[in-house]
């Protein structure tokens, strides 16, 4: 394939494939993602989705394939540490926040996150450390709840804290996996606001089912089916595709 890409990608995979006990979770997956762009992909149960986040963060090792990332690092040969160092941030479906510390702890244990714990104790915020926690609270609803322990938030509002947490480390690339499920309908419109505010200043890649959703966040949309891209375009083009209707959207 071409390295001289007009668009400069952020992500690519090429080539990928992923097997448990000979079943090929990812079959040959291409699929590219551009700097600053929001991509959602969905597909049916199974279909390899959650496998291609785990292949990107460093969490499987595919058998085959290229994961690029910022146009040259081989993101297969480091391991999950090393990839998150490097911005890429993942949030898995289940909000995993400190529910005894406050809202405002919960984002400054995530900025000083690589420090051991005895460093910690002694960490002091820098001033531009605490614009951008109090940005963050503002950009994800927050900033009222800031001295409440995270413990009583709503599910809805412990997502949104976690994708917070996540935005301390300033990510270039930010994966999200089924981020809507559970919530309310007005929280699942708030979502879809926060993720587009955070697209403006770096790429998101949204795994979900919810497709009103999925609309909301306006953007390309991949359909992944038995480990590979199945369809790509925008929504309304996807959805009127037949294959695509046939394996997930008229189930
Ligand atoms: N660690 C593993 N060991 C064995 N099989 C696995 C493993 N991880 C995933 N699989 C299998 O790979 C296939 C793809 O799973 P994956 O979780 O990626 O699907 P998904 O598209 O995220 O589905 P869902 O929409 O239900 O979350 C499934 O058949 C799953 O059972
Ligand atoms: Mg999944």
């Not at 279909?47 to 297969?76: C, H, S, Y």
């Not at 005894?100 to 915020?125: I, M, T, W, Y």
Request: aromatic share 6%; glycine share 8%; charged share 25%.
């Amino acid at each position: 394939m071409s390295h001289t890409q007009e668009v400069k990608s952020i992500l690519y995979l090429d080539g990928v494939s992923v097997s448990f006990d000979g079943f090929k979770a990812l079959n040959n997956l291409s699929l590219y993602v551009n700097e600053g762009e929001m991509r959602a992909i969905i597909g049916p149960n199974g279909a390899g989705k959650t496998t291609m986040m785990d292949v990107i963060t460093g969490k499987t090792r595919p058998d085959e394939g290229d994961v690029i990332f910022g146009g040259n690092v081989d993101l297969t040969q480091l391991d999950e540490a090393a990839i998150a160092n490097l911005g890429i941030g993942r949030k898995f479906q289940k909000p995993t926040v400190f529910e005894n510390q406050s809202v405002f702890d919960n984002l400054e244990l995530a900025l000083a996150g690589n420090r051991r714990p005895h460093e910690n104790l002694f960490f002091k915020l820098q001033s531009d450390q605490l614009d951008h926690i109090n940005e963050t609270l503002k950009q994800t609803s927050l900033a009222i709840h800031r001295n409440k322990i995270a413990g009583a938030l709503s599910h809805g509002q412990k997502q949104w804290l976690e994708i917070g947490m996540l935005l301390m480390q300033k990510p270039d690339l930010l994966l999200v996996d089924e981020p809507v499920a559970g919530m309310t309908d007005a929280e699942t419109a708030t979502t879809a606001e926060l993720l587009k505010d955070i697209a403006k200043t770096r790429s998101v890649v949204v795994v979900e089912h919810d497709m009103d959703f999925v609309k909301a966040l306006d953007c390309r949309v991949n359909v992944l089916h038995e480990g590979s891209v199945l369809a790509e375009g925008s929504l309304e083009n996807v959805q009127a595709n037949e294959q695509v209707i046939e394996v997930y959207l008229g189930r």
